[in-house]
């Protein structure tokens, strides 16, 4: 660990995610929620950790598991929630739900449900990306670099 700043920061990322994951199984049962959902609970170190050393304009491309990476690249909350509840306010104007949540103003590209196709996505955008930027595919909870 670098510093006593860096643990608290990733520790409070961490700790939104789990929160985050937790009120969304809360509300679940209650049909709120319009689209299925896929949690990371135990593995929120993974998006907090990986997201915190890449810059703003690297770009992530995530999984149906993607709270966790929306939020550590800074997603804002209540449009992921607006999303989830399937609202025109949403990041996708309700119509992506949880499954393919996106925020490219944070560099979030999106998210799929089809097994390793972050993968070409992210090489895409590595072959037409500015010097130094860092493509993320996610596969699993294995992010790796395009
Ligand atoms: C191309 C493709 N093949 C098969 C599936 C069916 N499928 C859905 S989830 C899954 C397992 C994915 O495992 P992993 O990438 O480790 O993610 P996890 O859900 O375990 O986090 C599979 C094979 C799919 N979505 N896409």
Do not use: N, W
């Not at 860096?6 to 990322?13: E, P, S």
């Not at 304009?57 to 509840?85: N, Q, W």
């Amino acid at each position: 660990m670098k510093d006593e700043a860096t643990y608290r920061r990733l520790f409070r990322t961490a700790l939104l995610i789990r929160l985050v994951e937790e009120r969304i199984i809360a509300l679940y049962p209650s049909d709120k929620i319009q689209s299925p959902v896929h949690l990371s609970i135990g593995q929120e170190a993974v998006a907090a950790g990986v997201c915190d050393g890449l810059r703003p304009d690297d770009l992530v491309f995530a999984t149906y598991r993607s709270h966790g990476f929306y939020i550590a690249k800074g997603g804002r909350l209540d449009v992921m929630f607006a999303e989830l509840y399937g609202r025109t306010g949403g990041i996708s104007g309700g119509k992506a739900g949880s499954m393919h949540l996106a925020a490219p103003e944070v560099g979030l590209m999106g998210s799929s449900a089809v097994v390793a196709s972050t993968i070409p996505h992210a090489v895409g955008a590595a072959l037409s990306a500015d010097e130094g930027a860092c493509p993320v595919p996610v596969r699993g909870q294995r992010p790796c670099r395009a």
